[in-house]
Every structure is written in structure tokens, then in C-alpha cells.
């Protein structure tokens, strides 16, 4: 998965954590203990199956609002030139941005991924598979909450009548898809895009 794909330059903000444990439920209960917020923006059903489910691999995702250039809020003065203000709950958050730009968005929302590998429940499994495993989820915002068994892809492998290997060509598909679809577009538009996107990849007209 990893051969040929480009990485951010130097001084890049990580935005994916994979960690490997013995116990996955002991160590999300240990976080929770420790920063009670760390599910917060998670959905219920989410939240339920990461805390509650047996499942070799649990994930969950942090959204973080900021300019289209990367800059990052800061709790200053809505006057200065440039800068935006964004509602917020206590002090007054603003965002600089250097676009003017009438039709795309100022904003965008990057997404920091944090996986958790459960070491006993997934073995017997290729350490390459749970990696394309765990690179797929990293890489598009999938629900952990959805079921995927007999799927064509990647995600169906710890499910009933489970699939060997890793990425499958639909999964390669869908990834494509998604990072060629248009940013500054309503979803409808984007989910199209992709399936079309998905389609093309996957040989079809």
C-alpha cells in the first residue's frame, strides 16, 4: 500500500496514530479514564462499537476546521487583516487565510485518524492484510459502526465467510474516487463523482 505513495515534507502534523495492543478494550478504557473527551463528535453507534465490540481493529476520527492554506485558528483579534471570524463558545476564534477566491471555500476540514490494532483478536491474519486494513480506514471515513461481511473488500476480513487477502480492487477504486473528487462540491455531487470515478477504475463504461 505504502510503495510509491507520496509523503507530506518535512515539518508535516502527523494526523494518523496506529497503535498495537494485547487488549484493545483495556487500553480505550484507559484512555477514556485519562481524557474523557476523547470520543466526543463520535456517534452513538460508534461509540458503542468501539468500547463495546470484540473487533480485531477499532477506529474513530477528529475533525479540525481550518483555512484552505492549513493555517490553524488562533484566539486573536477578529480586526486583523484577513482573518475570519469562527463562532465558538467562550473566547473569540479567528482564522487567517490568504484566499479570495469567490468560489472556493476558505475553510476545509482535515480529519486526524486514530486506529487501534488488537493484536490477540487479529491473529492469524497477514500482518500485510491488517496493514491494508488499517491504511484503508485511515485513508477514507469509513463508520465503524457498519457491518462489511462478504464485501469486496479489504473491510469484509474479520467478518463471516471473511475474505483473504488485502486491498482489493474495489478498494483501490474507491480510494481513487475519493481523492479525485471535487472538494468545493454539495455531497450528492461528490458521491457521484466517485461511483463514476469507481466505475472507470473498475473497467466500466
Given at each position: 500500500m505504502s510503495r510509491g505513495t507520496p509523503v507530506a515534507a518535512d515539518k508535516c502534523r502527523s494526523n494518523i496514530v496506529v497503535t498495537f495492543?494485547?487488549?484493545?478494550?483495556?487500553?480505550?478504557?484507559?484512555?477514556?479514564?485519562?481524557?474523557?473527551?476523547?470520543?466526543?463528535?463520535?456517534?452513538?453507534?460508534?461509540?458503542?462499537?468501539?468500547?463495546?465490540?470484540?473487533?480485531?481493529?477499532?477506529?474513530?476520527?477528529?475533525?479540525?476546521?481550518?483555512?484552505?492554506?492549513?493555517?490553524?485558528?488562533?484566539?486573536?483579534?477578529?480586526?486583523?487583516?484577513?482573518?475570519?471570524?469562527?463562532?465558538?463558545?467562550?473566547?473569540?476564534?479567528?482564522?487567517?487565510?490568504?484566499?479570495?477566491?469567490?468560489?472556493?471555500?476558505?475553510?476545509?476540514?482535515?480529519?486526524?485518524?486514530?486506529?487501534?490494532?488488537?493484536?490477540?483478536?487479529?491473529?492469524?491474519?497477514?500482518?500485510?492484510?491488517v496493514a491494508d486494513y488499517v491504511a484503508f480506514v485511515a485513508l477514507a471515513r469509513i463508520r465503524v459502526s457498519e457491518r462489511f461481511s462478504g464485501a469486496p473488500s479489504v473491510l469484509g476480513m474479520f467478518g463471516d465467510g471473511a475474505m483473504e487477502g488485502g486491498l482489493t480492487d474495489w478498494d483501490r477504486a474507491y480510494l481513487a474516487g475519493v481523492y479525485k473528487a471535487s472538494v468545493d462540491r454539495p455531497a450528492d455531487t461528490q458521491r457521484g463523482q466517485i461511483a463514476d470515478a469507481m466505475a472507470k477504475g473498475l473497467g466500466g463504461e
Amino acid at each position: 500500500m505504502s510503495r510509491g505513495t507520496p509523503v507530506a515534507a518535512d515539518k508535516c502534523r502527523s494526523n494518523i496514530v496506529v497503535t498495537f495492543t494485547p487488549d484493545a478494550s483495556a487500553l480505550l478504557a484507559t484512555l477514556e479514564r485519562k481524557k474523557s473527551r476523547l470520543l466526543e463528535g463520535t456517534s452513538r453507534d460508534d461509540k458503542a462499537a468501539i468500547r463495546g465490540s470484540s473487533a480485531p481493529v477499532r477506529w474513530w476520527y477528529g475533525t479540525l476546521t481550518e483555512g484552505a492554506d492549513g493555517k490553524q485558528m488562533a484566539g486573536e483579534s477578529s480586526a486583523l487583516l484577513g482573518q475570519n471570524e469562527i463562532p465558538s463558545s467562550g473566547s473569540q476564534n479567528v482564522l487567517g487565510t490568504n484566499s479570495s477566491s469567490l468560489i472556493r471555500t476558505k475553510f476545509r476540514s482535515s480529519i486526524k485518524t486514530v486506529v487501534v490494532v488488537d493484536v490477540t483478536l487479529s491473529d492469524g491474519h497477514r500482518l500485510s492484510d491488517v496493514a491494508d486494513y488499517v491504511a484503508f480506514v485511515a485513508l477514507a471515513r469509513i463508520r465503524v459502526s457498519e457491518r462489511f461481511s462478504g464485501a469486496p473488500s479489504v473491510l469484509g476480513m474479520f467478518g463471516d465467510g471473511a475474505m483473504e487477502g488485502g486491498l482489493t480492487d474495489w478498494d483501490r477504486a474507491y480510494l481513487a474516487g475519493v481523492y479525485k473528487a471535487s472538494v468545493d462540491r454539495p455531497a450528492d455531487t461528490q458521491r457521484g463523482q466517485i461511483a463514476d470515478a469507481m466505475a472507470k477504475g473498475l473497467g466500466g463504461e
